[in-house]
């Protein structure tokens, strides 16, 4: 494997074998492996070798969700899952198409380097799959920017707001997907694919039919977005 944190068995910490909802809770024994990808290289090696050997891969966020989506889980089989999380995934490849900057950015939870891209002529920002809702707020916000949707747990991940769809109290703005105008993902099989907003095969669930039951998991390292100017 790659030069990225590879954890298994009793050095698994309790925290990622839960969420917020507290439904499922993991042994360490479902576990085949936890990943720490830092890179689109590394997850693409992880994905792809999961693929060839047959083995699910859960992925994982900030583990806040309330359903147990991103909980592993040993199969009826006994197979264990390789689960992947996100954490170290803070940043975008270089392209022309944005500026890149690599950010310290604090937060209550966190106090890390951010790549990131920002368009200054669309406005559209461009994210790594682990950084937080607060990390972009505070991204933008060193533009003069905003992101109208607001759920209301800031630590979750934009990669997780994305696969949620999430919603925040206020509503008018509609929801994360909305917002969303391209999704570099690594599909089931380790290729890369992007969906870009508009192309027919934008919709991830069309990405999934595609791929005609092969092991589903796709991630999402980098987002563009069209947040809306600050108003004051
Ligand atoms: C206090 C609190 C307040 C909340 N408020 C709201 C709210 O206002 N609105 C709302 O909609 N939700 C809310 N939630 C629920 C939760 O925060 C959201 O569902 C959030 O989007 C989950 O993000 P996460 O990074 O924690 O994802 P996780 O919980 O880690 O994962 C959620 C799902 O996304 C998948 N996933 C995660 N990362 C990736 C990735 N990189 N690629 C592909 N799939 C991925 C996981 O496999 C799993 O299926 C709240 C939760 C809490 C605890």
Redesign the pocket.
Known sequence: MGDYKVLSGRQIRPEFLT??SKILTADPSDVLFLAFPETIEHLEEIVSDAYGEEIPV?????????TS??VPRKGKDGRQEAVIA?DNLLAVPHSHYYDTETKRVKTVLHDREITYGFNKETGEIILP?GATLNERRILLDGHGRLFPIN???QD??I???I??N????EGAFGSTRDWTIRLGQILGNGERYDAIRGHPMNNPSHVYLNLGGTILT???PTYEWRPVKNAS
């Open positions: 969420d917020e859960r992925i994982q966020g900030a583990r806040s969700g309330l989506g991103c996100t799959a759920p209301t747990h979750a991940t990669a997780g707001n696969k949620t999430a919603t925040g109290l796709v991630d999402m």
